[in-house]
C-alpha cells in the first residue's frame, strides 16, 4: 500500500517530470515550446513556457510562501537578490498575499534544492509549513542561467505547488538573452511602460545593461503569465 507521504511524494515527481517533458530541461532560444505566448503577429517573444492548472487552479490559492531560490550556476548572493526581485513583482499582481522568503527557516530553504533535484519534497516538512504560516501554496525557484555582464543574460524556472493537493498550479521557465532582438523588443515595452518619467541618458538601454533593472524586467514578463488567459 502506498503511504500518503508516498503518495504526495510521487504525485509531485510525476507531474514535474510530465511538465519538465512539454517545457524541456531548458529553453532553448529561437524555438516554439508548448504555451510559450507564440503567434502574437510580427512582434516575437522571449523562449519561455508556461503552464496553468485548470480551474479553480490559481484562484484557489489565497497565501503563498516563497522558498528562497537555487542557484546552482553562480554565487549563493545571486539566488538571493533574484528571489527578492521576483517577490516583488509577485506582489505587484496582488493575485494572493505573498510571504517574505527571508522569514523561511533554513531546512525549508534546503528543501527548495531537493525539489529541482528529485522533484519531491518532505511532506511533514511542507505540512508544517502550510500550518506554521497559513498558506494554500509554496513558489519554488531555480536560476538556471545568470551572466552579470553585456549581453546580460537570466535564466529561471518557477513552479507553485499546492500545499493541500501536491499538485503544481503554475510554473514558468525561460532563458531571457539580452542579445536576442527579441528580448530587446519586449525590454524597449518593458521601458515605456514602467520608466515613462526616466529622462536619462541611455533610455531604454539601462534596462539592458543593468543586472538589477534586467532581472526586474525578466521577473515581470514571467510573473505576468499569472495573468494570463489561457
Same mark, same amino acid.
Given at each position: 500500500m502506498v503511504s500518503k507521504r508516498q503518495s504526495?511524494?510521487?504525485? +509531485?515527481?510525476f507531474v514535474t517530470s510530465l511538465i519538465f517533458c512539454f517545457l524541456g530541461c531548458e529553453t532553448v532560444p529561437g524555438?516554439?515550446?508548448?504555451?510559450?505566448? *507564440? $503567434? /502574437?503577429?510580427?512582434?516575437?517573444?522571449? &523562449?519561455?513556457? !508556461?503552464?496553468? &492548472?485548470?480551474? =479553480?487552479?490559481? @484562484?484557489? +490559492?489565497?497565501? *503563498?510562501?516563497?522558498?528562497p531560490f537555487t542557484s546552482? $550556476?553562480?554565487?549563493?548572493?545571486?539566488?538571493? %537578490? #533574484?528571489? @527578492?526581485?521576483f517577490t516583488v513583482? /509577485?506582489?505587484?499582481?496582488?493575485?494572493?498575499?505573498?510571504? $517574505?522568503?527571508?522569514? *523561511? =527557516?533554513?531546512?525549508?530553504?534546503?528543501?527548495g534544492t531537493v525539489f529541482w533535484d528529485t522533484g519531491s519534497i518532505d511532506l511533514d516538512l511542507l505540512l508544517a509549513a502550510q500550518k506554521k504560516y497559513g498558506v494554500d501554496a509554496f513558489i519554488f525557484g531555480d536560476v538556471t542561467h545568470y551572466k552579470p555582464y553585456v549581453p546580460l543574460v537570466l535564466g529561471v524556472r518557477l513552479m507553485m505547488v499546492s500545499g493541500i493537493s501536491g499538485e503544481v498550479v503554475w510554473s514558468v521557465d525561460g532563458v531571457f538573452d539580452s542579445d536576442q532582438k527579441d528580448v530587446v523588443?519586449?525590454?524597449?515595452?518593458?521601458?515605456?511602460?514602467?520608466?515613462?518619467?526616466? !529622462?536619462? /541618458?541611455?533610455?531604454?538601454?539601462? #534596462?539592458? +545593461? &543593468? %543586472?538589477?533593472r534586467y532581472t526586474r524586467f #525578466?521577473?515581470? %514578463? %514571467? *510573473? &505576468?503569465?499569472?495573468n494570463n488567459k489561457d
Open positions: 504526495f511524494h510521487l504525485k +509531485i515527481f524555438k516554439n515550446t508548448i504555451l510559450n505566448l *507564440v $503567434n /502574437l503577429g510580427e512582434k516575437p517573444t522571449p &523562449s519561455f513556457s !508556461q503552464y496553468k &492548472s485548470a480551474e =479553480p487552479g490559481i @484562484q484557489s +490559492i489565497h497565501k *503563498v510562501l516563497i522558498i546552482k $550556476n553562480g554565487p549563493e548572493i545571486e539566488g538571493e %537578490m #533574484v528571489t @527578492q526581485t513583482e /509577485l506582489g505587484k499582481i496582488d493575485l494572493f498575499r505573498i510571504i $517574505n522568503p527571508t522569514t *523561511v =527557516p533554513g531546512e525549508l530553504a534546503e528543501a523588443n519586449f525590454a524597449k515595452g518593458y521601458y515605456k511602460k514602467f520608466y515613462r518619467k526616466d !529622462q536619462s /541618458l541611455y533610455g531604454w538601454e539601462k #534596462v539592458l +545593461i &543593468s %543586472m538589477q #525578466v521577473a515581470n %514578463m %514571467m *510573473v &505576468s503569465t499569472l
